[in-house]
């Protein structure tokens, strides 16, 4: 190769050269880096505990229903005429529960039912009964001896007149309604009007109290027990107090308990005894408790596993938990008024 030749390819080799050094000087300062994501910023949030109160309590329907402790029969035929009293009024003995055929029925006690005419001469525990009535009234001062004597005819007759029947002294079937325990609480069968016949309904004796009973889904039943308190929302306004009993489910998947306790007591007069009363009951599932109340989601977990709420400052306060209940908590350990952190909000 001539001089030339060698020449001139020296120096395209150190032009190449002198390129790749200023192309790789270039890159080594010029270095692209991936654009930065921008860094989201929350406000910090807080939370002032103040003075209240949690708990929780679940609202509950409630069924109330008069039961029927004995059908009693008519011991005659003939067609009601009248009827005093509305039904399920308490009657004492002595009193007229209707009229049949315009003759006065009377309410009495006694287990034994009236099945025949009684009359002077007649023995057994049907004329003891008549004659309890009788004493009961005033109408007879001697003994209840089951003994149909002259006695029992004079202090019949004296009954007879005062309740507006013929006084012959002889009590027909249809005349006496033995009832069992009185008072007792009675609800005349047929209407006014109405024709009965001799074996056919005539009065139901009910239960002294009515049955209470409470309906709920399978979700609400499993925070329930046995024995919890129920208030139930009375007519009137009033708070009748129980407790709720064992659960059974029904066909439908449902869950009933039946309610004790002292209810309804003495206004229990206030329920209708025909069909059934709706009506409500609360049972609180979390009892109401007072005190310093914060959000459940600023307490946090020390190590020690002792709950802590974080304060303003950044530091954390030792605090023990007394209730919890949608979401918020009341602990002890911590002044009202103070300032507490609240954890941020993840990024979006």
């Known amino acids: 190769m001539s001089d030339r030749r060698r020449i001139a390819s020296m120096l395209t080799a150190a032009a190449i050269l002198g390129g790749v050094a200023v192309a790789g000087y270039w890159a080594g300062t010029n270095v692209v880096a991936p654009p930065a994501l921008p860094v989201a910023e929350h406000a910090t949030q807080t939370y002032t ?8 309590s679940d609202r509950l329907p409630v069924s109330v229903v008069w039961p029927t402790a004995r059908t009693l029969f008519a011991a005659s035929d003939g067609v009601v005429t009248s009827i005093p009293y509305p039904p399920g009024a308490q009657l004492a003995a002595g009193d007229v529960i209707a009229t049949i055929d315009l003759h006065p029925v009377v ?21 003891e009964q008549l004659q309890g009535l009788l004493r009961a009234l005033g109408f007879l001062a001697g003994p209840a001896d089951g003994r149909f004597g ?32 009185v008072p007792a609480r009675l609800v005349v069968v047929p209407g006014v009007g109405a024709r009965v016949g001799a074996g056919s309904e005539l ?74 009363t709706a009506l409500t009951g609360s049972v609180e599932i979390i009892p109401t408790t007072s005190g310093v109340v914060v959000p459940v989601s600023a307490l946090v977990q020390q190590p020690s596993g002792r709950p802590a709420v974080t304060l303003s400052d950044g530091t954390t306060r030792p605090v023990r938990v007394l209730a919890e209940a949608d979401g918020f908590a009341v602990v002890d350990g911590l002044p009202a008024g103070t300032v507490i952190l609240l954890p941020s909000p993840p990024a979006p």
């Open 203 to 276: 009065v139901q004796v009910l239960a002294d109290r009515p049955t209470f009973t409470a309906t709920v889904s399978p979700s609400t039943r499993a925070e329930l027990q046995t024995g919890m308190a129920i208030v139930i929302e009375a007519p009137g306004g009033d708070a009748w107090r129980g407790s709720l009993g064992t659960f059974e489910v029904s066909d439908d998947g449902r869950y009933r308990a039946t309610i004790t306790g002292t209810l309804c007591g003495r206004r229990c007069d206030s329920l209708p005894v025909a069909g059934e």
């Open 150 to 181: 002259e006695a029992t005819v004079d202090a019949t007759k004296r009954w007879q007149r005062s309740v507006g029947s013929v006084a012959t002294g002889v009590v027909d079937p249809g005349a006496l309604l033995f009832v069992g325990q």
């Open 107 to 127: 309410v009495a006690a006694g287990a034994v039912p009236m099945f025949r005419t009684l009359r002077k001469g007649d023995e057994g525990p049907d004329v």
């Open 49 to 56: 505990a103040e003075v209240g109160s949690v708990g929780r």
